[in-house]
């Protein structure tokens, strides 16, 4: 019922770069975790630490990352619960809504990298109504740290929430409705 997992992942950065800079990731991220299972869920931890940076011309910058998940799921009779929250600095690349957009760090006008804390999470419950009917009510957020060296129409924060009714029509095969609400603020 417990699990400790250490694995060495793909460092890509996600920085937005000087003219003529190139990525430069000089170690692998490691990541390691610890996941208990049990009859009414499992709960897992999991710490990340990286390093960020570029080359330009002959020089190398670089700063330091981390982050830290908790996240479970706990059962409720046939229906569960599921939550996460992520906290980090130099850690964008590993959240769905600002990945891939610069938010790892930016670079400072005397080229130095500044790594940018994010924080986010998620809950959501899914009610099993019978054998083919269930629902789901889920909601999120992100935030990015607010960074004078951020432009004013850089990302800040985003809020989500959703629920929906869901049918089995097939073992292989599920339609439904669902409904969505979501905000998204800049950094302005």
Not at 114 to 139: C, D, K, M, P, Q
Request: proline fraction near 4%.
């Amino acid at each position: 019922g417990l699990t400790a997992t250490l694995s060495v992942e793909d460092p890509s950065s996600d920085i937005s770069l000087p003219a003529g800079a190139t990525a430069r990731q000089p170690l692998p991220d490691i990541v390691g975790a610890m996941r208990i299972e049990r009859d009414w869920g499992h709960m897992q931890a999991a710490i990340v630490g990286r390093r960020i940076g570029y080359r330009l011309g002959a020089d190398d910058f670089s700063g330091t990352g981390y982050g830290l998940t908790l996240s479970g799921l706990g059962k409720v009779g046939g229906d569960f619960l599921v939550a996460s929250f992520t906290y980090g600095d130099g850690i964008a690349r590993y959240f769905n809504d600002i990945g891939g957009r610069g938010y790892d760090a930016v670079v400072g006008p005397d080229g130095k990298v500044h790594t940018l804390a994010a924080y986010g999470g998620f809950i959501g419950y899914t009610r099993h109504w019978n054998e083919r009917w269930r629902s789901s009510l889920v909601g999120s957020m992100v935030v990015v740290e607010r960074d004078r060296l951020l432009p004013d129409t850089a990302f800040r924060e985003s809020l989500y929430g959703a629920a929906n009714l869901i049918v089995q029509v097939s073992p292989s095969f599920s339609a439904g409705f669902e409904t969505l609400y979501g905000r998204h603020e800049l950094q302005n």
